[in-house]
């Protein structure tokens, strides 16, 4: 298995432009989460889907941070406009679903995009 | 509101050394505690925990729950560069399998 699978790596791009980030999760798993990572911040959960449906974006900053799942097995996070305080590594995870204890909630990250608003 | 603190936030150690990193937490309807490694790149899954008093164990690493007290707490021995990483405590508070994640303790081991 490929593992997840996330594009770009690496982004430059200038204040306003829009950015599209995109994840690919393991084949299988029915769980997908969106995070951001910075120094001062941590790891903070964007939003998630189950079954390609998204079930919590209360994590996500503001109007500008859009996401979506089209089909189990693609989605993307988009930012437009971008500012500089978007700056961060955005990570991907996927996991096969729900949890009790059977680890279905075992999440697998991607490589992550850093992304640098100029 | 569910959080997880770890502590330290930072450790510097030699090689050989014994470390124990901390994680507590507070949630509504807790599932399961997660462990990860964070190297330079993407965070990988080290154990999950979901009964008390009950050792998980990976070579020099072991992991334990306590449930009642709410943390865990992750053992490294005999310590060796390799280990340097974040290690990020997460739980899982409820059925729909998200994570709420710690900020990580950052730990340095000197040749």
């Known amino acids: 298995d490929a593992g997840v699978i996330q594009s770009p790596r690496h982004e430059v791009t200038e204040m306003g432009q829009e950015v599209t980030l995109r994840c690919k999760p393991i084949s299988g798993h029915n769980s997908l989460f969106w995070y951001r990572q910075t120094m001062m911040r941590g790891l903070e959960l964007l939003i998630y889907f189950n079954n390609n449906v998204p079930i919590d974006d209360s994590g996500m900053p503001e109007d500008r941070f859009s996401a979506k799942m089209p089909n189990a097995s693609f989605s993307t996070l988009k930012i437009q406009p971008s500012e500089p305080r978007d700056s961060a590594v955005y990570f991907c995870a996927s996991s096969s679903g729900t949890s009790g204890g059977t680890g279905g909630e075992t999440q697998y990250f991607g490589p992550g995009t850093r992304l640098l608003v100029l | 509101e569910d959080k997880v603190v770890q502590s330290p936030l930072s450790l510097v150690v030699h090689e050989g050394d014994t470390v124990t990193l901390n994680c507590s937490y507070e949630?509504?309807?807790?599932?399961?505690l997660l462990w990860y490694k964070q190297e330079k790149k993407a965070p990988t899954f080290l154990f999950m925990l979901t009964s008390s008093g009950i050792e998980k164990k990976s070579g020099r690493l072991s992991s334990i729950l306590d449930k009642k007290e709410l943390f865990s707490i992750l053992n490294i021995t005999a310590t060796q560069t390799g280990d340097s990483a974040v290690y990020l405590c997460?739980?899982?508070?409820?059925?729909?399998?998200?994570?709420?994640f710690g900020k990580g303790t950052k730990l340095s081991v000197k040749p």
């Open positions: 949630v509504t309807n807790f599932r399961s």
């Open positions: 997460a739980v899982c508070p409820g059925s729909q399998g998200n994570l709420i």
